[in-house]
């Protein structure tokens, strides 16, 4: 016979949607994925799937057209401002940014606050002078370091910080004041916040933490900046190939699918409207990790991320079965990075609030229980 504590730790039914706290790829808006699986095997009059339309399709040529446009109007872009849909995620861009706009006799600053910063530098550093211009490696890059003591270079070609951590959890709250051109890997807080666009130079965000499914990175680059860049170039790591025309085949799906999420935010209000969702939600959980000892917050206060959520509880094995129960309620993707441990809740923007609640219901009985 089934005990009363099988019972409860049931597995959820499969065909139930659950709350997903995944660091990427991340939760899509519901609204979004519905209204996709109604058109998904006939798109408007083409007769097929628009995973099977021609990139040159007049079909095609629409869906990117409307994303460019959201974009535009949800951030207030002007013509200056070219927007590419490029493959190869962040990753490629680490690579691609400073063979662009790191001139051989010059350098760049790098603001190293995580793993993916870290990277980014290694990248820059592999292709020429960048400098770090400071780091929070020594305590586990648990906090944004002060702008006061960052070792900057007045005539660098440009200062490239990762706004949000993803993995230790932390984020920078403002546009770095530098006297150069900022170059932002945007990826898990793009669109979550407004930005002031002057300061920048390019701007690039993987689609799959707040504007889509994975396959697609997002480049917003000045055209002023853009004119610096360096020559010659390879082919397919040069902007100006992409800026001047559709070069080649673009992931269509992911393009159409972040179409679909802009119009979604846009239809919420914009940047103003999900950024009052995403403090209240961060607000809520940070409030829920800070009103008693058993939770611990592993980013500084004034560094912790309004996007990933990190957080420890007393034991690791407490940890696992945390994660293990928060699983049969429907709350998955919860355990934190292997090089942070502990718990990640990632809460971008079309992670529902109702979820956020669901997950501090289950830490006030998850302590009543274990505390």
């Known amino acids: 016979m089934e005990t009363a504590e099988l019972k409860e730790r049931t597995e959820v039914a499969p065909q139930t949607r659950l ?16 209204e996709v699986r109604d058109e998904l095997p006939l798109y408007g009059t083409v007769g097929s799937s628009v995973m099977e339309i021609s990139h040159r399709s007049p079909e095609y040529t629409a869906i990117e057209a409307s994303a460019r446009a959201m974009l535009r109007k949800i951030l207030g872009l002007s013509e200056d401002w070219h927007i590419l849909f490029l493959g190869g995620g962040a990753s490629l861009q680490f690579h691609q940014v400073p063979v662009n706009f790191l001139p051989k006799d010059g350098s760049a600053d790098y603001l190293v606050t995580g793993t993916w910063a870290k990277k980014a530098f290694k990248e820059g550093a592999f292709l020429g002078n960048a400098r770090k211009a400071a780091s929070s490696e020594d305590e586990n890059f648990t906090y944004i370091p002060d702008p006061a003591a960052w070792d900057l270079d007045p005539n660098a070609a440009y200062f490239h910080f990762t706004s949000n951590n993803t993995v230790y959890g932390t984020q920078v709250h403002y546009e770095p004041n530098v006297g150069v051109p900022l170059v932002c890997d945007a990826s898990s ?12 130079g390019l701007i690039y965000a993987g689609a799959q933490k707040n504007i889509g499914p994975a396959g697609v990175t997002v480049i917003l680059v000045k055209d002023s900046f853009l004119q610096q860049r360096n020559q010659p170039l390879p082919t397919m790591l040069d902007y100006g190939t992409h800026t001047a025309k559709l070069f080649n085949t673009p992931p269509v799906f992911a393009v159409y699918m972040v179409n679909k999420v802009l119009k979604w935010l846009d239809g919420l209000g914009g940047i103003p409207a ?41 034991a690791e094995e407490l940890e696992a079965q945390f994660v293990a129960e928060a699983k049969t309620r429907g709350l998955v993707a919860l355990k934190g990075h292997r090089s942070v441990g502990g718990i990640r809740a990632s809460i971008y923007n079309a992670c529902p609030p109702e979820a956020v609640d669901a997950l501090i219901a289950f830490m006030d009985a998850f302590e009543q229980k274990n505390g």
Do not use: C, H, W
Not at 189 to 200: A, E, H, N, V
Not at 291 to 314: C, E, H, I, Q
């Open 19 to 34: 709350y997903n706290f995944s660091a990427g790829p991340g939760t899509l808006p519901e609204a979004v994925l519905l």
């Open 274 to 314: 999900i950024q009052r969702i995403n403090d209240e939600k961060a607000a809520r959980l940070y409030g829920r990790i800070d009103r008693t000892d058993f939770y611990r917050g592993t980013a500084k206060v004034d560094s912790r991320s309004k996007m990933n959520v990190t957080f420890r509880l007393p």
């Open 189 to 200: 807080d793009f669109l979550s916040r407004p930005i002031d666009l002057d300061r920048y």
